[in-house]
């Protein structure tokens, strides 16, 4: 995974509409209007919150294959966390945090619509 890859590109869920849109130095966590779901929810923010979207600055350490996200606010509101999730190609570019898959679609946060 490289920078050049993540930047500007979207990533969006096997199954569900949730999607992280990778905008210069900020992803934005969607849901198409929906909450984003409590188990990742939980990962990124911390439990008890049900946001309708997350944002944060991203940071992604190439040799580590991990992406790092601070400076996270939860509809507006900012949570003093960090977080490190692990990011690894696999055939398509994939975050895996377990029961969630998230494919990622190069250069389509401009043009959503494409991604799919």
């Known amino acids: 995974m490289t920078v050049q890859r993540l930047t500007g590109a979207r990533l969006t869920h096997i199954r569900e ?3 992280w849109s990778f905008k210069g130095s900020t992803v934005l966590i969607e849901n198409e209007g929906q909450p984003i779901p409590a188990d990742l929810a939980d990962i990124l923010v911390g439990e008890g919150f049900t946001p309708a979207q997350i ?3 991203w940071h992604l350490d190439e040799l580590a294959g991990t ?7 939860v509809d ?19 975050v895996d945090l377990g029961s969630r898959q998230y494919n990622i679609h190069p250069g389509s946060v401009e043009n959503p ?3 799919r």
């Open 17 to 19: 509409p949730l999607t």
């Open 55 to 57: 944002e944060a600055s």
């Open 67 to 73: 992406l790092q996200l601070a400076d996270i606010e």
């Open 76 to 94: 507006d509101e900012t949570i003093a966390k960090e977080v490190t999730i692990p990011i690894s190609p696999a055939g398509h570019v994939r």
């Open 113 to 115: 619509g494409e991604a």
